[in-house]
């Protein structure tokens, strides 16, 4: 009788101690099975059909010069611009409305989704501005301090996975306004690229946007 009396006490005093311990693991659990939840490309096709197919094309590439190609785009990046979009850190009247309409899980379902498209290739059309465009992607400018874009886009423009994001054939007056806006300060959710952008001159910005529009 006193072992188990003795069981009995050990059993409530430790009782506290475990209840303390999941209530501490619980939300750990739940917040990384949200993270490891997989994206549902079925309900991603629905959204963005719904939401940006109009601006951006039914699988995503945009056939609207001053829109861009969102197919194949690294997700991302993709999640990471919405969410700027929505708080407001990337000004859009247009892509801050949308994007407000959108859950987390529709950022998500609607990026990997496009993800899974294949990008369309693009194509240049001004060849001395390709010539230009394609020194300063490769081997930027050291007298002006201007880095390669290669070095952070990849030399055939795919980018690198959770860090840069995909450029290749991305439509030219969509590249042409984006590193304008970094250049004159109207576009500020990138430091790198507010910086680079600062040290182009309008020939150089068209000539890069031209550049990548063939790069493939």
Same mark, same amino acid.
């Given at each position: 009788?006193?072992?188990?009396? /003795?069981?009995?006490?050990?059993?409530?005093?430790? %009782?506290?101690?475990?209840?303390?311990?999941?209530?501490?693991?619980?939300?750990?659990?739940?917040?990384?099975?949200?993270?490891?939840?997989?994206?549902?490309?079925?309900?991603?096709?629905? #959204?963005?059909?719904?939401?940006?197919?109009?601006?951006?094309?039914?699988?995503? @590439?945009?056939?609207?010069? %001053?829109?861009? !190609?969102?197919?194949?785009?690294?997700?991302?990046?993709? $999640?990471?611009?919405?969410?700027?979009?929505? /708080? &407001?850190?990337?000004? #859009? =009247?247009?892509?801050?409305?949308?994007?407000?309409?959108?859950?987390?899980?529709?950022?998500?379902?609607?990026? +990997?989704?496009?993800?899974?498209?294949?990008?369309?290739? &693009?194509?240049?059309?001004?060849?001395?501005?390709?010539? $230009?465009?394609?020194? $300063?992607?490769?081997?930027?400018?050291?007298?002006?301090?201007?880095?390669?874009?290669? &070095?952070?886009?990849?030399?055939?423009?795919?980018?690198? =996975?959770?860090? +840069?994001?995909?450029?290749?054939?991305?439509?030219?007056? +969509?590249?042409? *306004?984006?590193?304008? %806006?970094?250049?004159? &300060?109207?576009? !500020?959710? /990138?430091?790198?690229?507010?910086?680079?952008? *600062?040290?182009? @001159?309008?020939?150089?910005?068209?000539?890069? *946007?031209?550049? $990548? %529009?063939?790069?493939?």
């Amino acid at each position: 009788m006193k072992l188990l009396a /003795s069981l009995l006490t050990a059993a409530v005093l430790a %009782a506290p101690a475990f209840s303390s311990f999941a209530a501490d693991e619980a939300p750990a659990a739940a917040a990384a099975a949200t993270v490891a939840a997989k994206p549902d490309l079925v309900k991603g096709s629905a #959204s963005f059909a719904a939401v940006c197919a109009a601006c951006h094309g039914a699988d995503g @590439n945009s056939s609207i010069a %001053a829109n861009p !190609k969102l197919a194949q785009q690294h997700p991302e990046y993709l $999640i990471k611009q919405l969410h700027d979009f929505k /708080s &407001g850190k990337r000004a #859009s =009247p247009i892509m801050m409305g949308m994007a407000a309409t959108l859950s987390d899980d529709d950022m998500k379902n609607i990026a +990997y989704w496009l993800t899974s498209n294949k990008a369309k290739l &693009g194509f240049a059309k001004d060849k001395d501005l390709v010539a $230009i465009g394609e020194h $300063i992607y490769r081997g930027g400018n050291a007298d002006r301090h201007i880095p390669a874009c290669a &070095g952070c886009h990849s030399p055939d423009g795919a980018g690198i =996975p959770s860090q +840069y994001p995909r450029l290749s054939g991305q439509q030219a007056d +969509y590249t042409a *306004a984006q590193l304008t %806006a970094f250049r004159d &300060g109207t576009r !500020k959710n /990138s430091g790198p690229m507010t910086d680079v952008a *600062a040290k182009l @001159n309008d020939r150089e910005v068209k000539a890069l *946007a031209d550049y $990548i %529009a063939g790069l493939r």
